[in-house]
């Protein structure tokens, strides 16, 4: 026991001669400890930040790839789509609009009736809200597609004017019909109808065959 007390207090005594070193050579460790986090950047609030900025742009560019591989499938819908309508232009699509429909009327035999077509209406992306960056302003106001309208008038037998709604109707192309009004004559052998439709195209996409 007297010889443990012993080597207690030799320590003591030597840790009070040399407590000025010791307490030197401890901070001296941790500034140099402290100083390498700091210059690290460990302890600064900036670090937080940068690590934020990774996470998002790892995030954008991960979008973006997978965004990219997508890209060629949807390009292909896009001109699945593009090869159910009649052009790529207003006038293209204006001039086909009009020879189909009287083709039709002729290939049926009706010989009273007329083909116009009137405005057409540019439709914008129906998801504009997505576009919110300044590099998207373009897109979100670019037109998506344009409706062009025309209207069939047309007189005939009941039978041949049905089979002129059942022919447009069936038409390979995209369009829609918006009305139908059949006005008979005072016996209704001789029926007058007025079909309103329209038919959209995409700027500058043309069908595949053309």
């Known amino acids: 026991m007297s010889a443990l007390v012993a080597r207690v207090s030799n320590a003591v005594r030597w840790f009070r001669r040399h407590w000025l070193a010791i307490s030197l050579t401890a901070g001296a460790v941790l500034g140099v400890g402290s100083g390498y986090l700091v210059g690290e950047g460990r302890l600064a609030p900036e670090r937080e930040t940068t690590l934020a900025n990774i996470e998002k742009y790892r995030a954008v560019l991960t979008d973006a790839v997978a965004k990219s591989k997508a890209r060629p499938e949807l390009d292909a819908r896009l001109q699945e789509l593009a090869d159910q309508t009649l052009g790529s232009t207003l006038e293209a699509v204006d001039s086909e609009f009009r020879r189909r429909l009287n083709r039709a009327c002729e290939q049926l035999g009706l010989t009273d009736f007329s083909v116009t077509t009137g405005t057409s209406v540019g439709r914008p992306t129906p998801a504009k809200k997505e576009f919110k960056s300044r ?33 447009i109707d069936a038409e390979p192309w ?6 139908v009004r059949l006005n008979p004559s005072g016996d209704g052998q001789i029926i007058r109808a007025t079909i309103k439709l329209s038919t959209p195209f995409m700027p500058g996409r043309s069908p595949s065959e053309q």
């Open 174 to 179: 995209i369009k829609r019909i918006a009305s």
């Open 135 to 167: 590099e998207g302003a373009k897109l979100r106001d670019e037109v998506d597609f344009v409706e062009v309208e025309a209207t069939v008038i047309a007189s005939g037998t009941l039978e041949r004017i049905y089979n002129l709604i059942f022919r």
